[in-house]
């Protein structure tokens, strides 16, 4: 069984629309993230969740919008894509944010290319 | 803030060879500190983690890295070099307060026959 899981694995779309993905984990973690990884690969915090609560925004601009329907899901929704948001999406989690020498399991990643 | 700084993109070693990534940190509290693998289209994968237990770490894959404070490194290393091991490796460091990770700018390791 998959731990953290990701769909879809490659999104090809236009700019100006919207677009979601979704990232589930089954290993009853209290603590999601999402990170974006540029064309360099450099890898950047964007969002973390802590049982279905935001915790952490890192400058990302409002047309990103997290959602966790629960503990084990936190979906990715984007409005108005940009050609900059072109890069791959890592869902991630880890055991409880009170911890944070915790490993933290990654997703397969979410390769998003906006034309 | 916390920061991490490798240095090398790139390391080429020839199979059998030493590995030896760097990894220095900036941190103003204690750190927690990782070394991840990430293999091509793939996602990331923990190898070893510092968590102040003891300041040589052992990982997966043969791997192990040594914490030294007075140099703030956390420098990644393997004897002997195998073809899999070809990969992207990133040091990240643990914020104590939300356990977001922020990470090096990662090293490519490439390994020649």
């Known amino acids: 069984d998959t731990a953290v899981s990701q769909t879809p694995k490659y999104l090809v779309t236009q700019m100006g629309n919207d677009k979601s993905i979704k990232c589930e984990q089954n290993l009853g973690h209290d603590t999601m993230y999402w990170y974006k990884q540029d064309s360099k690969k450099f890898l950047k915090i964007m969002f973390s969740?802590?049982?279905?609560?935001?915790?952490i925004n890192e400058t990302v601009p409002n047309r990103f919008s997290p959602k966790s329907p629960d503990k084990a899901h936190l979906n990715l929704h984007i409005n108005s894509l940009e050609l900059g948001d072109s890069a791959v999406y890592f869902c991630?989690?880890?055991?409880?944010?009170?911890?944070?020498?915790?490993?933290?399991?990654f997703g397969p990643g979410t390769r998003l290319t906006v034309l | 803030a916390q920061s991490v700084t490798q240095l090398g993109s790139h390391v080429s070693v020839s199979e059998g060879a030493l590995v030896l990534l760097r990894c220095n940190y900036s941190?103003?509290?204690?750190?927690?500190l990782f070394w991840y693998v990430q293999y091509p289209n793939q996602g990331l994968q923990l190898l070893l983690k510092?968590?102040?237990?003891?300041?040589l770490v052992k990982g997966i894959n043969g791997f192990e890295a040594e914490f030294k404070k007075s140099e703030t490194s956390f420098h990644l290393t393997k004897p002997s070099a195998h073809m899999s091991d070809a990969a992207e490796y990133f040091c990240a460091v643990s914020d104590s307060g939300y356990s977001t990770l922020t990470f090096g700018k990662g090293t490519m390791l490439l390994v020649s026959p």
């Open positions: 969740y802590n049982n279905k609560e935001l915790i």
């Open positions: 991630a989690s880890s055991q409880t944010l009170a911890e944070p020498y915790n490993e933290q399991f």
């Open positions: 941190s103003s509290v204690p750190p927690y």
């Open positions: 510092y968590t102040s237990a003891a300041t």
